[in-house]
C-alpha cells in the first residue's frame, strides 16, 4: 500500500482520514454509552449531558488553539483562512475539554467525578483516528524525523521516517489494557483513572514529540510539549501520590 492512502471510487477520492475521524467520534460514542448503562452513575443524565456539551465546547476551542500555536507564524491570506481554522490537534482537545467540564461542573453544582467513564472511550476514539493519520502520510502533521531503525517507512515522501501515528496506537493498546488491569485488579477512588490516563498520555506525547520536525520551538520544545508540562503540572498532586505509593 502506498501512502498517502487516497482511494477513488466512481472517480472521486475519498477522505480516508475524514472518514475515520468520524468513525472513531461514533464508535467512541457508541462504547460510552455502553459503559454508562452497565455502570452505576452517580451522575443524572440531565447533569452528564452539561458536562458532554462542556467537554465539547472546551475541546473545540482548546483544539483550535492548540493547532495555530503549532504554527504561530504562518501567513493569513484568503485562501487559507479555512485552513488555518480547521487546523486541530487532539492534545489542545483534551486539555481544552477537561478545563471545559471543570468550568461546567462549577455551574451546575456537581461535585462527583465524572471522567473515569470517558477513559476507555477516549483511547479507542483516538486509536482509530490515528489510523486515519497513519493512512494520510506525509499529508498530516503526524509523521516523524528521518530515522534508520527497523520501524522507518516511507510515508510519501521517499523518505524512510518514523511512523509516529503507528507509535502512538502501540502506546494507547497497552494504555488500554494497563489501565483496564488497574480499574479490575484494584478500588480505585472516583476519577483516578482518567487522571491516570492524561498523566500518562500527555506524558507520552512529551517524548515522541522530540522525534517529530516540529518548525517552531521555543527553549527547544515544542507548543504541545509546554501544553505536556502544563497538564503534567495540573495533575502535580496525583503524580506526587502515585511516587509516595511507589517509594
Not at 36 to 44: A, F, G, P, V, Y
Request: hydrophobic share 50%.
Amino acid at each position: 500500500m502506498q501512502l498517502p492512502f487516497e482511494p477513488t471510487f466512481l472517480g472521486f477520492s475519498i477522505p480516508a482520514h475524514l472518514i475515520l475521524e468520524y468513525i472513531a467520534f461514533f464508535v467512541a460514542f457508541r462504547y460510552y454509552l455502553y459503559l454508562r448503562k452497565n455502570s452505576k452513575d452517580l451522575i443524572s443524565t440531565t447533569n452528564r449531558l452539561s458536562i458532554i456539551l462542556g467537554a465539547i465546547v472546551g475541546a473545540l476551542i482548546g483544539s483550535r488553539i492548540m493547532g495555530f500555536l503549532e504554527f504561530p507564524f504562518v501567513e493569513f491570506s484568503k485562501n487559507n483562512w479555512v485552513d488555518i481554522l480547521n487546523t486541530k490537534t487532539i492534545m489542545g482537545g483534551l486539555f481544552g475539554g477537561l478545563l471545559g467540564v471543570e468550568r461546567m461542573k462549577k455551574r451546575i453544582g456537581e461535585k462527583n467525578s465524572s471522567g473515569d467513564l470517558f477513559v476507555f472511550p477516549i483511547i479507542v476514539g483516538i486509536s482509530i483516528g490515528r489510523i486515519g493519520c497513519f493512512l494520510s502520510g506525509t499529508n498530516e502533521f503526524t509523521y516523524g524525523t528521518p530515522t534508520a531503525l527497523i520501524t522507518g517507512i516511507n510515508l510519501g515522501d521517499g523518505i524512510l521516517r518514523h511512523p509516529v501515528a503507528l507509535y502512538e496506537i502501540v502506546f494507547l493498546i497497552f494504555l488500554f489494557m494497563g489501565l483496564k488491569y488497574l480499574q479490575k485488579a484494584r478500588t480505585l477512588s472516583p476519577g483516578i483513572l482518567f487522571q491516570y490516563f492524561m498523566i500518562s498520555y500527555f506524558s507520552f506525547r512529551f517524548v515522541i514529540e522530540f522525534i517529530k520536525p516540529n518548525s517552531f520551538l521555543l527553549l527547544g520544545l515544542s507548543s504541545i510539549q509546554y501544553l505536556c508540562l502544563v497538564c503534567l503540572w495540573y495533575y502535580r498532586k496525583t503524580i506526587t501520590g502515585v511516587f509516595k505509593i511507589t517509594v
